[in-house]
């Protein structure tokens, strides 16, 4: 699919998700490597590098929503708890959507991810050499957790 048709469809979910539902939630995962790197994943649908993650679905838990979202974008199986980092709201995408980030220590790898149609690449890097396009909320999120500084609201 042509890159700017994946934008448009991507718009299209966002608009339809604000019509539909009265607030929007997801979640994020900060998957922490014991050697010090960060699994993060670039979307054939939008721009940048993020930490893993998406929707909630109706009868979902936020437990649930994190197991499947590492599953599918990344090939991650949880070993262990995640823990809640915090949940933000991101009004980059809409005044209704929020983000609940958990730090993911304890998981396995299942098998390197292969691009599909909604993830063009999944890899992890170091903490102190992110991509360039690594997205500013992205960068805020793992300073946190990283450095145990305040999370802001704001995604």
């Known amino acids: ?4 048709l994946r934008r448009l469809a991507g718009r299209g ?23 010090g790197a960060v699994l993060l994943v670039r979307h054939t649908y939008t721009p940048g590098w993020h930490m893993p993650g998406g929707g909630v679905e109706p009868n979902e838990t936020l437990a ?13 199986a949880l070993s262990g708890p995640a823990t ?16 609940a980030v958990f730090v993911v220590r304890a998981f396995t ?10 993830i063009a690449e999944a890899r992890f890097f170091p903490l102190a050499a992110l991509p360039e396009r690594t997205t500013p909320g992205t960068r805020r999120r793992l300073t946190e957790i990283i450095d145990g500084t305040a999370p802001t609201q704001d995604w």
Do not use: C, W
């Open 1 to 4: 699919m042509p890159r700017g």
């Open 13 to 35: 979910l966002h608009l339809y998700f604000r019509l539909s539902r009265g607030m929007t939630l997801g979640v994020r995962a900060a998957v922490l490597g014991e050697d």
């Open 64 to 76: 649930d929503a994190l197991t499947k979202e590492l599953r599918e974008e990344a090939n991650i």
């Open 84 to 99: 809640l980092h915090g949940v933000f709201l991101n009004r980059h995408v809409s005044v209704r959507d929020h983000v």
């Open 109 to 118: 790898q299942l098998a390197p991810k292969q691009p599909d149609r909604e």
